[in-house]
């Protein structure tokens, strides 16, 4: 059974940064792709920033320039190196993993941002 372990989540002051990390354990493939979403208070689940086959990266604008997505496939992880850490980037973030009809969700990291 391949499940999603998130880390990394915490508090920091505007202006900081934090690094979050996804590993999808027993999985005995590389998966397809992998990514982020968050969700803030009530707000719907966004999605954030993405990395398929091929190294194929896209971010949404509203994170664009300040998140990193990075993947180290051979071992079915995923990072979002976070920085210049906004107030407005607050909710809880999920890592996400697709590959062909499957999906599987994380069971999310807070990320609170406040001076």
């Known amino acids: 059974q391949v499940q999603l372990v998130e880390s990394g989540g915490g508090s920091v002051q505007p202006g900081g940064s934090l690094r979050l990390s996804c590993v999808a354990s027993g999985a005995r493939f590389t998966i397809n792709a992998m990514g982020w979403y968050r969700q803030a208070p009530g707000k719907e689940r966004e999605w954030i920033a993405g990395?398929?086959?091929?190294?194929?990266?896209k971010y949404a604008d509203s994170v664009k320039g300040r998140f990193t997505i990075s993947r180290d496939s051979t071992q079915n992880t995923v990072y979002l190196q976070m920085n210049a850490l906004k107030p407005e980037d607050t909710a809880l973030y999920y890592c996400n993993a697709r590959h062909g009809t499957a999906e599987l969700w994380g069971q999310g990291t807070p990320v609170t941002v406040s001076s």
């Open positions: 990395v398929a086959a091929g190294k194929i990266i």
